[in-house]
């Protein structure tokens, strides 16, 4: 089994907005919840008057088991953090967004190394590999 990191906080899971991004802005600073989305129209216990919810977890692991052991329940995300991200506003076309925000990614994204001072400038320099996504999966 892979392994990812635990969450930042353990006493604020559950405390973050179920409305996020999805996805992008390649790098990631914090893990803040693992969540496991459940669809009552798939089989999930129906708490929410047909609506979909999530449970949470500090660990992938935990999120996992749940997963498996549930009827209706996808498969674990992750709720993260990111403190700055790029934006990509077309084909190549990167911008360095300097804010935070919130984002569900496929737990498989937690793969590349967290961001450093140098992930997103080294991304956007001129003299950047052919191949950008290299310095965001830690490669170069």
């Known amino acids: 089994m892979e392994t990812y990191p635990r ?3 353990e006493t604020k899971i559950g405390d973050y907005p179920a409305l996020v991004k999805a996805g992008g802005g390649y790098v990631w600073d ?3 919840e693992y969540r496991v989305w459940c669809h009552p129209e ?3 216990e129906d708490t929410e008057n047909g609506d979909d919810y999530y449970y949470v977890f500090p660990t992938y692991e935990e999120a996992l088991e749940f997963s498996n052991n549930t009827i209706g329940a996808e498969e674990p995300i992750a709720l993260i953090l990111q403190k ?3 934006d990509e506003t077309g084909p190549g076309d990167y911008t360095h967004i300097k804010e935070e ?3 569900e ?5 937690l793969k590349r190394p967290k961001r ?3 992930t997103i400038p080294d991304f956007l ?6 191949n950008r996504l290299d310095i965001i999966r830690g490669l170069v």
């Open 101 to 103: 925000r919130l984002a």
């Open 125 to 130: 320099s001129p003299n950047a590999p052919e």
């Open 30 to 32: 914090e893990v803040l």
């Open 84 to 86: 700055e991200y790029i």
């Open 105 to 109: 990614w496929p737990v498989e994204f």
């Open 42 to 44: 798939q089989g999930a």
């Open 7 to 9: 969450v930042s906080d």
């Open 116 to 118: 450093t001072v140098n």
